[in-house]
């Protein structure tokens, strides 16, 4: 069974500085994807970025970033020049594309940025 | 796109009656919806899969005569809490699979059984 590990249960940044989230997985699938959200106070859960796992290019956008490391199985998520807004649970997710399709979670990483 | 919406946002009920929270798609038909639940602090547990058309699939340790689903059309996913208790209070959140494979995640519904 596949499984998702998220070690860093708190994490705290200062505004405008850059933080590194960690994910990692374990599956003995090939073809998979992989997903941080982010769950602000409002509880809506907004998806950051997604990773498939065939392809080698690191997924970006704007200031967040992923280091996808396959044969390590590790999905980490960097947050550059963090904002005050970026406070939030994030989740890191994994999915097959087959079957239910359904997501596996992470136990999620509160991130706080301070002032 | 790719909107999903829950309603009621809140509900307040009391011990014994049953209650029903709606999951829609409103810019797209999805043929597979999902029903979590999420406690204070912890992360998301996936309670049943619903299929458009088809009995839902329950997660292990979920009470399928409790949480009943239907799934009756492409667009709309109901969650039904039976003789609500106040350990069944939490926040339910629904999500429906675009054809993309991603999730897009409703806003989310408190309950609390009095």
């Known amino acids: 069974a596949q499984t998702v590990t998220q070690s860093q249960p708190e994490m705290s940044v200062q505004e405008a500085e850059t933080v590194t989230l960690s994910c990692t997985y374990d599956t003995s699938e090939s073809n998979y994807y992989l997903f941080w959200y982010k769950q602000p106070p409002s509880r809506q859960m907004i998806l950051v970025i997604r990773q498939e796992a065939y392809k080698q290019q690191n997924a970006t956008e704007n200031r967040f970033s992923v280091n996808f490391q396959k044969a390590a199985k590790s999905f980490s998520l960097k947050i550059s020049d963090s904002q005050l807004g970026d406070t939030a649970m994030y989740f890191c997710a994994f999915m097959t594309p087959s079957g239910t399709y359904k997501y596996i979670f992470g136990t999620g990483t509160r991130l706080k940025v301070l002032a | 796109g790719a909107v999903v919406s829950q309603h009621p946002s809140r509900v307040i009920c009391k011990s014994g009656t049953s209650v029903k929270i709606e999951c829609r798609s409103l810019?797209?038909?999805?043929?597979?919806m999902f029903w979590y639940r999420q406690f204070p602090k912890q992360s998301l547990m996936l309670m049943a899969t619903?299929?458009?058309?088809?009995?839902?699939?329950?997660e292990q340790g979920v009470e399928k005569d409790k949480f009943l689903i239907n799934h009756a059309s492409l667009t709309l996913s109901t969650l039904t809490v039976t003789s609500a208790h106040p350990e069944d209070s939490s926040f339910y959140i629904c999500?429906?699979?675009?054809?993309?494979?991603?999730?897009?995640f409703g806003p989310g519904t408190r309950l609390t059984v009095t």
């Open positions: 810019d797209f038909q999805a043929t597979t």
């Open positions: 619903s299929n458009e058309g088809s009995k839902a699939t329950y």
């Open positions: 999500s429906a699979r675009g054809t993309d494979y991603e999730q897009y």
